[in-house]
């Protein structure tokens, strides 16, 4: 056999034991055998001083409320407590994730975006330690009058995420629901709502027993909103306006 076929085989080799580590990661993550760990890595969005200062100041305690919510939830669709969640907070990343691209966008580029992240995630988080946790980017911006934040993210092959939020604290609470979010997206959850950005009724309503019923008082995680009338949604100040509905629990395995 040619040096050639050996490499090419090499290379298979090391290509199916990334795919057979992807598979597994997200299979033991999501039998919730074991606490759920969720690495915060905090990222300056904007290269302000201002936005290092607020990145600099951060701590786990910025983010227990998203632990509360997922033991809380995930008590109401087992008859035992599951184990704690932690969060934890990763070193600070210096380098921004990939961006998406903009416009029409073919699925070679798609694919390429998709190999960038990737690469992005495994080289600056530590691998061995990595696996098995959910490694979240959370990239900080200050905000700015009708510049909106990118599109965040969460994929459940690899087990990350890529979060863009506002370097204020006022906007804390309302980050960790941006946040939350993108981690069920990470345990295999999708989008409970439709292109106008509302709540699909019943999976995307936190309160969906008896009909589509108006005000909701409560934002399923994955909607987002919470429904006021058939026209207009709001964004939840807090996780503690939010629930895992039925179809997003099926979803992450609960």
């Not at 939010?242 to 395995?253: D, L, P, Q, R, T």
Request: charged share 20%; net charge neutral.
């Amino acid at each position: 056999m040619s040096f050639r076929a050996y490499r090419i085989l090499f290379l298979l080799g090391i290509l199916a034991l990334i795919i057979g580590l992807t598979y597994w990661e997200s299979w033991t993550v999501t039998q919730w055998k074991k606490p759920l760990e969720v690495v915060i890595y905090p990222i300056n969005g904007d290269d302000t001083d201002d936005t290092q200062a607020f990145v600099d100041a951060i701590a786990a305690s910025h983010f227990q409320e998203i632990s509360g919510f997922i033991d809380r939830q995930s008590e109401r669709y087992f008859l035992k407590k599951l184990p704690s969640s932690v969060v934890r907070i990763g070193p600070q990343i210096k380098v921004l994730p990939p961006v998406a691209p903009k416009g029409q966008r073919s699925a070679l580029d798609t694919l390429l975006w998709s190999l960038k992240l990737r690469y992005y995630a495994f080289h600056n988080t530590p691998f061995l330690d990595s696996l098995g946790k959910v490694r979240l980017f959370v990239v900080y911006r200050k905000a700015e009058d009708g510049v909106a934040l990118q599109h965040s993210l969460g994929l459940k092959k690899g087990l990350f995420g890529v979060v863009h939020v506002f370097a204020q604290a006022r906007q804390d609470r309302q980050n960790n629901v941006v946040i939350a979010h993108e981690l069920l997206h990470a345990l295999g959850a999708t989008d409970k709502y439709d292109e106008n950005l509302m709540p699909l009724f019943p999976e995307g309503f936190g309160e969906s027993e008896g009909g589509p019923h108006y005000p909701q008082h409560v934002a399923e995680i994955m909607a987002g909103r919470i429904a006021i009338s058939p026209t207009r949604a709001i964004i939840p100040e807090s996780l503690d306006a939010c629930v895992i509905g039925y179809k997003s629990a099926h979803e992450i395995n609960w």
